[in-house]
């Protein structure tokens, strides 16, 4: 079974910078997607990047040239530089990883598992 800790959130004025990291512990199958979500109240989870086992990154346009993620696979961690923190980036945020099983009939299952969460909070 796989587990995701996350560091790193905290209180930051805007125009600040954060650096979030969660670390896997547990059996990783391959191929995967680390990624990291965010969610406030009464909003959905959403995207904000993710990047896969060989390294491929995907940026929701609202952290695009602010954010950057990067991954070890050999210490199963991954980390988040978050840049130029708007109040708009509060919320907590949320360390995924996506497992990629291939299905004995055919077709891909998607394991996914979820860290516990930490708040960012971006404010004057």
């Known amino acids: 079974q796989v587990q995701l800790v996350e560091s790193g959130g905290g209180l930051v004025q805007p125009g600040g910078s954060l650096r979030l990291s969660c670390a896997a512990s547990?059996?990783?199958?391959?191929?995967?997607?680390m990624a990291w979500y965010r969610q406030g109240p009464g909003k959905e989870r959403e995207l904000v990047v993710e990047?896969?086992?060989?390294?491929?990154?995907y940026y929701a346009d609202f952290v695009k040239g602010r954010f950057t993620i990067s991954r070890d696979n050999a210490k199963k961690t991954t980390s988040l530089r978050m840049n130029v923190l708007k109040p708009e980036d509060t919320d907590v945020y949320y360390c995924?990883?996506?497992?990629?099983?291939?299905?004995?009939?055919?077709?891909?299952?998607?394991?996914?598992?979820w860290g516990q969460g930490t708040q960012v909070t971006v404010s004057s």
């Open positions: 995924n990883l996506k497992e990629f099983r291939a299905k004995p009939t055919g077709g891909i299952n998607e394991v996914n598992y």
């Open positions: 547990g059996t990783i199958f391959s191929p995967n997607a």
């Open positions: 990047i896969g086992s060989v390294g491929v990154t």
